[in-house]
Nanobody
Framework: QVQLVESGGGLVQAGGSLRLSCAAS????????MGWYRQAPGKQRELVAR???????NYRDSVKGRFTILRDHAKNTVYLQMNSLKPEDTAVYYC?????????????WGQGTQVTVSS
């Protein structure tokens, strides 16, 4: 079983910054991909950014140049640095970790952290 602990959400004014963290622990042999998704009220969950073991990153177009995803391999932790925040970034942000142990592949989700950007 894999546990994910998220932190760093909150309320910020437009143009401000926040940093989200997600630490993975438990039955992990290898982490393949770590990422962040978000879900706004009435909308589907969408990918924000993801990073592979090799360091390759993907961002949704609307956050490119403003958000940066980083990974600390030693701590099994992924960060999302969010700068120049906009009201449309308001959502619940979820951490996602794809990992494997000796037996199986696991796709794990965090509990979600609220990010609210006021105009």
């Amino acid at each position: 079983q894999v546990q994910l602990v998220e932190s760093g959400g909150g309320l910020v004014q437009a143009g401000g910054s926040l940093r989200l963290s997600c630490a993975a622990s438990g039955d992990i042999l290898r982490i393949h991909v770590m990422g962040w998704y978000r879900q706004a009220p009435g909308k589907q969950r969408e990918l924000v950014a993801r990073i592979t073991t090799g360091g390759s990153t993907n961002y949704r177009d609307s956050v490119k140049g403003r958000f940066t995803i980083l990974r600390d391999h030693a701590k099994n932790t992924v960060y999302l640095q969010m700068n120049s925040l906009k009201p449309e970034d308001t959502a619940v942000y979820y951490c996602n970790v794809q990992s494997s142990n000796w037996k199986e592949f696991t796709d794990s989700w965090g509990q979600g952290t609220q990010v609210t950007v006021s105009s």
